[in-house]
């Protein structure tokens, strides 16, 4: 099992729809067996791939237990639940999904107070900090656990991205999402070397290594890979080129995506996963019918142009599948 965050410190740039069909074509064509963890207490990824009647019913469920329900041990000293969140079938995108709890966004406040423990090589803070590794690799049945996150670099997320083996982030070619990158980077590195001075730290002081699952923590996340928005362009010579307005900001969102990949030891080219089009025009569609937008047909008000759409929306999903399965590898 291999465990996957899709993160941008920028919202709106299509990380629930790219999570969420790209799941569906590594499970529909691939034939991987796929959990998705919605871990973004808006519950986007649960109310794109359920019913709204069936996300709406398993909300309000009298002592259900959900992905925040798992920290309420964890708070209260007791060390990790035995018990773990059930997942919930989506029949058309053919995978299993732990759903969103809004109430996840309160363990901010945890999680932040104890990742300073954690700083201070303090068992009680690694266990807070590492519950969402703890959760993860419960599901090593599956092929890929992939993970929605919110827009943030907060406390939450950061335990989210120390969890899993990889992430990939969705771009759009803009300075908001510029910035983004920026940011991300520079807390990237704040953690790695603050966690392994508090690794060090815990060592020192209780002679042995912090272990999850039998393996030693450790700074352990890889960049599997970005997927862009496809912008604006015109055509030179039959050649799509970015309009005169993104040039300079795709210059320098290279500049910064190959620092991060230099952070990862890989390369800009290697980490390019594909473009996603603008479809607009079916992705309404595609939430309305809690299913894949290559997936869409008559029964889903699929009429005329719009099956090209789908069509396109399928050709460069299935290529980001391929090439997310020789970027992601044990």
């Known amino acids: 099992m291999q465990s996957i965050a899709f993160f941008n410190n920028k919202g709106g740039v299509g990380k629930t729809t790219l999570l969420c069909n790209l799941a569906a074509s590594l499970a529909i064509n691939e034939k991987k067996k796929i959990l998705i963890i919605d871990a973004d207490p808006q519950c986007n990824s649960s109310a794109y791939v359920l019913p709204e009647d069936l996300v709406n019913s398993l909300m309000v469920l009298d002592g259900k237990y959900t992905i925040d329900s798992f920290y309420d041990p964890i708070r209260k000293g007791l060390g990790y639940s035995p018990k ?148 604006t362009a015109k055509r030179k010579q039959g050649i799509r080129q970015a309009v005169d307005a993104f040039e300079k900001i795709i210059q320098k969102q290279n500049e910064e995506l190959h620092s991060l990949c230099e952070f990862f030891g890989t390369n800009v080219s290697n980490s390019n996963l594909g473009e996603v089009p603008t479809l607009s025009s079916v992705v309404p569609m595609s939430q309305e019918a809690h299913a894949p937008i290559f997936e869409l047909g008559s029964k889903d008000g699929i009429v005329g142009s719009h099956y090209n759409r789908v069509q396109e929306a399928g050709e460069f999903y299935h290529a980001i599948a391929k090439r997310f399965i020789s970027r992601v590898v044990a």
């Open 84 to 231: 773990t969140p059930d997942p919930i079938r989506s029949d058309r995108f053919n995978v299993d999904i732990v759903i969103g709890d809004p109430k996840l966004s309160i363990r901010e406040d945890l999680l932040a107070t104890d990742w300073g423990e954690t700083t201070k090589g303090e068992p009680r803070g690694f266990q807070t900090t590492y519950a969402m590794k703890e959760l993860i690799s419960r599901f090593s049945s599956y092929d890929y656990v992939l993970v929605d996150m919110g827009p943030s670099l907060g406390a939450l997320n950061r335990s989210i991205l120390l969890a899993v083996d990889y992430f990939v982030m969705p771009l759009s070619v803009d300075i908001f999402s510029l910035m983004a990158v920026e940011n991300i980077l520079i807390s990237f590195r704040n953690w790695k070397v603050s966690l392994e001075a508090a690794l060090a730290r815990h060592h020192d002081q209780e002679r042995e290594f912090f272990k999850l699952a039998g393996k030693n923590v450790e700074w352990n996340l890889k960049f599997a890979g970005f997927v862009m928005q496809q912008y």
